[in-house]
């Protein structure tokens, strides 16, 4: 089970007599604290009612015993490297929040100055959108945000043509979102402010740097961005065959 925020206890513990020779193992790649904040839900209430219990969150881990750490998954049938000519220097394609909206806006006009070619879709639901608007009072120029989710392909076409991507973790997780998996696993550099990752095998200054997000041109190197990436066998292990192996094994 993966999350399963809106799965009872009850519903469970009946699976669990239904199912008695199985193995219940569940996988969170949402944190306990932006649950409770942003949806007023803690996974806590049915861990005990897990052979095994995996979280792709540092924090989460340290403070439960009986979670298990385990990083996301890429979806990349090869992992490919930088070799083809790539036209978006960094690439961004993440859902809203006020964090990643505020980073758009103000790194915008920089990279169009420098000749840098960026390619963001921030993506966010007209009814979000005007719900933050009326409920919140949040307004968000929708020139900087789109209201059309990308296929797969869509995805894919994009990180095959960057040499970076943009990763804003989310403000209350530790954990960081796939798209640094899959940045890496498609040949792109990695830009994140999840300073975590610096603890990961697959961790390398050649193809990743951690910045401020109050200061992304501190780490800004024209050299970083065009150096050859190399393979990176370590990113192999999280392909999703690997995963899934690694999680029923």
């Excluded at 949402?30 to 049915?46: H, L």
């Excluded at 809203?96 to 960026?118: H, P, Q």
């Excluded at 995805?155 to 960081?176: A, E, F, P, R």
Aim: aromatic letters at 18%.
């Amino acid at each position: 089970m993966i999350n399963g925020k809106g799965v009872t206890r009850e519903f469970l513990i009946e699976l669990r007599k239904l199912s008695k020779n199985a193995k219940f193992i569940t996988y969170q790649w949402d944190s306990i604290a932006r649950n409770q904040i942003e949806r007023k839900t803690d996974y806590r209430y049915f861990l005990d009612l897990f052979d095994k219990s995996y979280s792709f969150d540092y924090e989460d881990v340290e403070n439960i015993e009986s979670l298990d750490y385990l990083p996301t998954f890429h979806t990349a049938t090869q992992i490919l490297e930088n070799w083809i000519e790539r036209e978006i220097d960094y690439l961004m394609v993440a859902s809203y929040t006020k964090e990643r909206y505020s980073f758009v806006k103000k790194v915008k006009k920089e990279f169009i100055k420098r000749n840098l070619n960026f390619a963001c879709h921030l993506y966010i639901p007209w009814h979000h959108y005007l719900r933050n608007i009326v409920m919140k009072g949040e307004y968000a120029n929708p020139k900087y945000l789109k209201f059309h989710t990308l296929s797969k392909t869509e995805v894919l076409n994009m990180y095959l043509n960057s040499k970076s991507t943009i990763d804003i973790q989310y403000k209350y997780q530790k954990g960081y979102t796939m798209r640094v998996i899959e940045g890496l696993a498609y040949g792109c550099k990695i830009f994140t402010t999840n300073k975590d990752i610096i603890k990961e095998n697959f961790y390398s200054n050649n193809s990743i740097k951690i910045f401020d997000q109050k200061d992304f041109w501190k780490v800004f190197d024209k050299d970083f961005l065009d150096r050859k990436v190399f393979k990176n066998e370590e990113i192999e292990k999280f392909n999703l065959t690997n995963w899934i192996e690694n999680v029923f094994k």
